[in-house]
């Protein structure tokens, strides 16, 4: 067996473990545009709005690649905004291949 036939077996084997939410992250996958993470966290599969803005500030998702802070200038509360397509990316690769920021 090689890596692709590994690969496309554990693809549907986690399909069908995790069912819906895989089909809604292919679907963001196709999807370039940036939205507020309140309207994010959900289609990225994420439990809470929380959980998502705890992986921004950990490091996880890289300033000005896959999110941006859109506060108006000499404001002091952040504007997150995400990039779907970019973050769905950053999210599917290895942990290991993973650096944090």
Do not use: C
């Not at 690969?7 to 895989?22: K, M, P, R, T």
């Not at 200038?73 to 905004?81: C, E, L, N, S, T």
Request: charged residues 30%; without cysteine; hydrophobic residues 40%.
């Amino acid at each position: 067996m090689n890596d692709a036939q590994l690969s496309a077996l554990v693809n549907q084997a986690v399909a069908e473990i995790f069912g819906s939410s895989i089909r809604t992250r292919s679907t963001v996958a196709h999807r370039d545009k940036w939205i507020s993470l309140s309207q994010a966290w959900e289609p990225l599969g994420y439990p809470s709005y929380n959980s998502l803005y705890k992986d921004i500030h950990s490091g996880l998702f890289r300033k000005g690649k896959e999110v941006r802070d859109r506060r108006k200038p000499g404001a002091r509360i952040a504007r997150w905004q995400i990039n779907l397509a970019a973050a769905e990316k950053r999210l599917l690769e290895e942990p290991a291949k993973r650096r944090a920021v």
